[in-house]
């Protein structure tokens, strides 16, 4: 059986290449109405982009110690979450560009290498909770990001 070609454009990249992080990406989300795109990097930084201009809105996002892996929106666009190496998940309220609260610790298993820890994150906007996807297995972070999403989105 032979695959039908793809059509010629389909995979066209749309404007210039966003530069600004220092070493490979390794994440990328757009904001629930798409006016924002994160980015995550093995600079350990997040960036934020505005998807109509292609500019950076703000100053990187800080306080990750070890390559940033994973990055995912709340669904109601207020939060922002993001998985390290470092073994933590952080919240950022992006009014602000501030970490909320402090950053989530339950990955600390010591048998696992510190890249395998977190893999990434990802955002469930049914349940209205995000998952840190591990390369074995996913852990439900959803009383956590209650509580911290209370204080903020009230």
Same mark, same amino acid.
């Given at each position: 059986?032979?695959?039908?070609? =793809? ?7 749309? /404007?210039? $290449?966003?530069? /600004?992080?220092?070493? =490979?990406?390794?994440?990328? &989300?757009?904001? $629930? ?26 100053? $990187? ?10 990055? &995912? ?27 909320? /609260? ?24 049914? @349940?209205?909770?995000?998952? @840190?996807?591990?390369? @074995?297995?996913? =852990?439900?972070?959803? &009383? &956590?990001?209650?509580?911290?999403? =209370?204080?903020?989105?009230?």
């Amino acid at each position: 059986m032979q695959l039908p070609e =793809e059509p010629p454009g389909l995979y066209l990249p749309v /404007g210039d $290449p966003l530069t /600004g992080h220092t070493d =490979e990406v390794n994440g990328v &989300a757009f904001h $629930p109405d798409g006016h924002l795109l994160a980015t995550t990097s093995e600079d350990k930084t997040v960036r934020l982009w505005d998807t109509a201009t292609g500019k950076l809105i703000s100053a $990187p996002l800080t306080g990750h110690t070890a390559l940033v892996v994973g990055v &995912a929106f709340h669904p109601d666009g207020h939060l922002l979450a993001t998985a390290s190496s470092d073994k933590t998940v952080r919240l950022w309220d992006l009014a602000t560009g501030q970490p909320v /609260g402090d950053p989530l610790l339950g990955h600390t298993d010591p048998d696992l290498p510190e890249y395998d820890n977190l893999q990434g994150l990802r955002a469930c906007h049914d @349940a209205g909770f995000v998952q @840190a996807v591990r390369s @074995a297995e996913c =852990e439900r972070l959803h &009383a &956590a990001y209650t509580r911290a999403c =209370e204080g903020v989105l009230r």
